[in-house]
């Protein structure tokens, strides 16, 4: 089949505009589903603002004349900080902001696809009109634009099965409507399976606010999702059947229309360089980077926890003093990385008490590289599915503290998996204690018959993962799908 479709791509390649949201958690899959579409043949014009476009991993050299990356800058909008492109650029209560600069880009963009139809050579340096757009959850204002080029669209969503099926279709949500914190807590009517979709009251209160209520961009995230939706012939999920089962095909038939799998989209190239150089500094890394790193080396085997939340929601005071308190009473070897300004918030002192054990970095933090380290032996996280992904590529058991949105449902699923435990919390306010922080680390790291049942069950998805086989199959069946219904 495979062998096929490479024919096929040579014979008749595609091109792909894709176009993601303005957040990191969503251009790093989207980047390595463009590249494996290059692999195999097929043209990508990649677009996105120009920082962020620098920011992004160079794309392999091989891949240089299929992958395009396309600048289309923000306008700016009044009260977003200058040059602030993505959500890591912007406190919480500034991406709404973030969104009403991206809806900016509708013009810049019609102006780039009429050029690209019109069989601009200049506009894509493919010569070839977009074959397929591939947009996120944010681009309610864009498949009106492609549909007057006669472009179809496929909503590309980096989100977990689980989650885009507890959204569910505009449909089954007027038929069953949800406008409250209460009907966002259990399982959604239309999953006619038992599942751990739920939320707890403190989750589903937040839901509800950050993504049902409107907002300075206007619609709400989810109104954007299901109107994006609805002008897509197909949907694409990074999942994959050997973790999500059932809900694959509950998509489809929820969605009335095809929903491919792509697979889970690890960052295979950099887990391979990470294992490559497993200890020490490279000489192309910050001085910051290079004593972490050795720092790691001095560390027994499976003996650190790595602590990071990503770079979309900075932690509360309190959840840093809880999490200082908690890494504290562990008494476990730990690396913490942690974005500004959260930075800031570490008790006095805190550094020098856990001196030898423990190590803070405040910035960036070469992720792969330091969970592909032999020293790292659990992951402290936020459940970011790209994190996940990331930790589970090298087998690491979890402790778990989501912050918002599919982050929860994630952790409910990885917690039903038992490949590692969530960290208590209050209920209603979803405040937790350092000491709670502490029982839970110690649970995962410890090597008794619960730890190494964690452990145990974090290598089978390890095994998922590591089959490259099955995984570039999800991806030859999503090429199948855009040659078919294009």
Not at 30 to 42: D, K
Not at 87 to 114: C, I, M, N, Q
Not at 450 to 457: C, I, Q, V
Request: aromatic share 8%; net charge negative; with cysteine.
């Amino acid at each position: 089949m495979a062998k096929a479709i490479e024919a096929t791509a040579r014979s008749s390649p595609l091109h792909v505009v894709v176009f993601p949201w303005l957040a990191f958690g969503h251009m790093i899959p989207y980047l390595e589903l463009s590249e494996q579409l290059a692999r195999r043949g097929h043209a990508v014009t990649f677009v996105s603002a120009p920082r962020n476009l620098a920011r992004l991993r160079p794309v392999p050299e091989d891949l240089w004349p299929r992958v395009r990356l396309l600048p289309l800058p923000l306008p700016s909008v009044n009260g977003l900080p200058y040059g602030a492109e993505s959500t890591a650029d912007v406190p919480p209560e500034k991406v709404d902001l973030l969104k009403v600069a991206f809806d900016g880009l509708a013009s810049p963009f019609a102006g780039f696809l009429a050029g690209a139809c019109a069989g601009g050579e200049g506009a894509t340096g493919f010569g070839k009109k977009p074959d397929w757009i591939f947009v996120d959850f944010t681009h309610h204002w864009l498949p009106p634009i492609a549909e007057q080029h006669k472009v179809p669209c496929a909503l590309f969503s980096i989100f977990p099965a689980a989650f885009i099926a507890f959204l569910g279709p505009k449909t089954a949500n007027d038929e069953h409507p949800r406008t409250t914190a209460e009907d966002f807590m259990g399982q959604p009517p239309w999953i006619p399976f038992p599942t751990h979709i739920v939320h707890r009251l403190h989750e589903a209160e937040q839901f509800v606010q950050l993504h049902l209520r409107p907002n300075a961009a206007g619609p709400s995230d989810c109104c954007r999702f299901w109107e994006t939706e609805q002008h897509c012939p197909l949907v694409i999920v990074r999942s994959c059947r050997e973790v999500d089962g059932p809900l694959c095909p509950l998509l489809t038939d929820l969605f009335g229309k095809p929903v491919a799998p792509s697979g889970l989209l690890a960052p295979y190239d950099a887990a391979q360089e990470a294992v490559a150089d497993r200890t020490g500094g490279g000489e192309d890394e910050d001085k910051a980077s290079a004593r972490l790193m050795r720092w790691l080396d001095e560390q027994p085997a499976r003996s650190v926890i790595y602590v990071a939340f990503g770079s979309e929601a900075p932690l509360t005071p309190e959840q840093v003093r809880q999490l200082a308190v908690g890494l504290e009473l562990s008494g476990a070897r730990f690396l913490w990385a942690l974005r500004e300004p959260s930075g800031l918030l570490i008790p006095d002192g805190f550094e020098e008490r856990v001196s030898g054990r423990g190590l803070v970095r405040v910035g960036w933090v070469p992720q792969v590289r330091v969970l592909a380290h032999s020293a790292v032996g659990a992951f402290l996280t936020h459940t970011g599915w790209s994190s996940l992904m990331e930790s589970f590529l090298f087998g690491h058991p979890l402790v778990m503290l989501p912050l918002f949105a599919d982050q929860c449902v994630t952790a409910r699923a990885m917690a039903a998996r038992a490949v590692g435990l969530e960290v208590p919390r209050d209920e209603r306010d979803g405040s937790f204690a350092g000491v709670d922080v502490a029982g839970t680390v110690r649970r995962v790291m410890a090597e008794g018959e619960e730890g190494k049942t964690l452990a145990r069950n974090a290598r089978a998805f390890q095994e998922i993962l590591c089959n490259r086989a099955k995984q570039d199959e999800y991806v030859d069946e999503l090429v199948e799908h855009l040659l078919r219904l294009q």
